[in-house]
């Protein structure tokens, strides 16, 4: 089973990154995908989330309206696309996989916002 991310990097405040997330080694389509963040000092936090099929999606308060989840199950893919990013958004952005109570998660992409 692997997670891969990519996409990360250093950015201006106001820019835009795109977050990927290549799966093997199970049945991507089933599952329900989720981006993490981990700030330095800080736990790690629930970025947004997509079901199997991408019908519904949910991010946390404080990405709304700059941050899209989505996914590509003939790719094995999930995505985030980061538009107006902030210095706050600065974090090792992991991907992680759910089916009950099988759980995955990648390495992580660090994304740094800075000037």
């Known amino acids: 089973v692997q997670l891969v991310e990519s996409g990360g990097g250093l950015v201006q405040p106001g820019g835009s990154l795109r977050l990927s997330c290549a799966a093997s080694g199970f049945t991507f389509s089933s599952y329900a995908m989720r981006w993490y963040r981990q700030a330095p000092g800080k736990e790690r936090e629930l970025v947004a989330g997509?079901?199997?099929?991408?019908?519904?999606?949910n991010y946390t308060d404080s990405v709304k309206g700059r941050f899209t989840i989505s996914r590509d199950n003939a790719k094995n893919t999930v995505y985030l696309q980061m538009n107006s990013l902030k210095t706050e958004d600065t974090a090792v952005y992991y991907c992680?996989?759910?089916?009950?109570?099988?759980?995955?998660w990648g390495q992580g992409t660090q994304v740094t916002v800075s000037s």
């Open positions: 992680y996989a759910q089916l009950g109570h099988l759980r995955y």
């Open positions: 997509i079901t199997v099929f991408g019908s519904r999606t």
